[in-house]
Each structure stands twice: as C-alpha cells, then as structure tokens.
C-alpha cells in the first residue's frame, strides 16, 4: 500500500463526510479527531485486555486502529506534513544505517 494513494483516497472520504455532516475540518478539528480515534482505540484494547465493560471484539480494535490512521492522514494533510519524508527521517534511517555497518 502506497502511503500517498492511501493518503489521497482518505482526504476523498473525509471531503465527503465534511459535505454530506456539514463539517468546518480545519487542523484543530483532525487533531482533536485523531485523539478521538485514539481514545476508541484504547476503549477497544481494554475490552480485549479484560479491563473494561462490554464484550471483546478483534474486528472492531482494527477498525479503530485504521481509523487513527485514517485521521493521522487527515491531520498531517492539514499540518503540512510529509509523513512519507517524516518516517524516513525519523525511523527508516535505522535500516540505511544497519545496511552500512
């Protein structure tokens, strides 16, 4: 999956669900998304961990996981944020140093 496709098909979606809920997203509107989507993640996970109320389901934490990515997309689009030259500063380097050793 190509991060910049992916990107690009969930600023579609999320232009259609702003139009169709009658949504102002600005940056502070995706990062207070993001966080959203974050605390339903954790809610999941704690469900499946036991720790929480209510019944336990594998499909649903993927689903909240997918959608704190679909958000992170949508927040760095608005922050101005190159996430692809953003990992490969900050993570992907490793790799390039392992391969020079």
Excluded: F, P
């Excluded at 809920?21 to 600005?26: L, N, P």
């Excluded at 909240?64 to 997309?73: R, T």
């Amino acid at each position: 999956m190509n991060l910049k496709a992916l990107q690009a098909d969930v600023l579609r979606i999320s232009d259609i669900y702003a139009s169709e809920h009658g949504i102002d997203r600005d940056r502070d509107w995706a990062l207070l998304k993001l966080q959203e989507e974050l605390g339903e993640l954790t809610a999941e996970h704690l469900r499946m961990s036991g720790r929480a109320r209510g019944e336990a389901d594998a499909g649903k934490l993927g689903d909240e996981a997918a959608d704190v990515l679909g958000m992170l997309l949508t927040y760095c689009d608005s922050a101005g944020i190159d996430l692809e030259a953003a990992m490969q500063r900050k993570w992907l380097h490793w790799l390039e140093k392992g391969r020079q050793a």
